[in-house]
T-cell receptor, first 113, second 117 residues
Framework: KNEVEQSPQNLTAQEGEFITINCSYSVGISALHWLQQHPGGGIVSLFMLSSGKKKHGRLIATINIQEKHSSLHITASHPRDSAVYICAVRSGGLGGATNKLIFGTGTLLAVQP | NAGVTQTPKFQVLKTGQSMTLQCAQDMNHNSMYWYRQDPGMGLRLIYYSASEGTTDKGEVPNGYNVSRLNKREFSLRLESAAPSQTSVYFC????????????????FGEGSRLTVL
């Protein structure tokens, strides 16, 4: 079983819909990242969070440390949101040999007009 | 700011050839990373450099070497390319540092698509 699991793996939505992408992890973490990758493109950091909730424009990220779960929400989705969304966790403490980044395999989102 | 710049964007090699992927960041970050991305798998760490003058192996270091030339630049070398090294390679950086190597927001380059025939 992967240490970071994302669901769903693929998601198709209609423009305007509210979208939720989930990330569950099985290790202790000190931070969680949400990244966006457009087809054939580079990777952009959306959020880095260690507790609570963050919002940037139409994107909202939440994390529940006790449940080892994070969600990425997109409100009023648009075709330009079509991309792969990647969850990554920083495992272990802030420093030391156990500190590393573990990436999920991504969720492919397609938003249709 | 340019952020993280990596070159080349595309490269085709024959088995046994060598090449170097170049990466530079202009954000004064301490930590730099090289990842490979393969279909159906998460990003996998090849090597990282927690700070200038240090490099460490990641998850999949075999067949690769790295050099942290200075604080800005971190290169990845394939000495004798193999078809299994066909992949998309990403350089990244973060504030990090020797004590907290994998900390801070991640900034990625545009990726280098390498094909080994």
């Amino acid at each position: 079983k992967n240490e970071v699991e994302q669901s769903p793996q693929n998601l198709t939505a209609q423009e305007g819909e509210f979208i939720t992408i989930n990330c569950s992890y099985s290790v202790g973490i000190s931070a969680l990242h949400w990244l966006q990758q457009h087809p054939g493109g580079g990777i952009v950091s959306l959020f880095m969070l260690s507790s609570g909730k963050k919002k940037h424009g139409r994107l909202i990220a939440t994390i529940n440390i006790q449940e080892k779960h994070s969600s990425l929400h997109i409100t009023a989705s648009h075709p330009r949101d079509s991309a792969v969304y990647i969850c990554a966790v920083r495992s272990g403490g802030l420093g030391g040999a156990t500190n590393k980044l573990i990436f999920g395999t991504g969720t492919l989102l397609a938003v249709q007009p | 700011n340019a952020g993280v710049t990596q070159t080349p964007k595309f490269q085709v090699l024959k088995t046994g050839q060598s090449m170097t992927l170049q990466c530079a960041q202009d954000m004064n970050h301490n930590s730099m990373y090289w990842y490979r991305q393969d279909p159906g798998m998460g990003l996998r760490l090849i090597y990282y450099s927690a700070s200038e003058g240090t490099t460490d192996k990641g998850e999949v270091p075999n067949g690769y070497n790295v050099s942290r030339l200075n604080k800005r630049e971190f290169s990845l070398r394939l000495e004798s390319a193999a078809p299994s090294q066909t992949s998309v390679y990403f350089c990244a950086s973060s504030e990090g540092g020797r004590q907290f190597p994998h900390t801070g927001e991640l900034f990625f380059g545009e990726g280098s698509r390498l094909t080994v025939l």
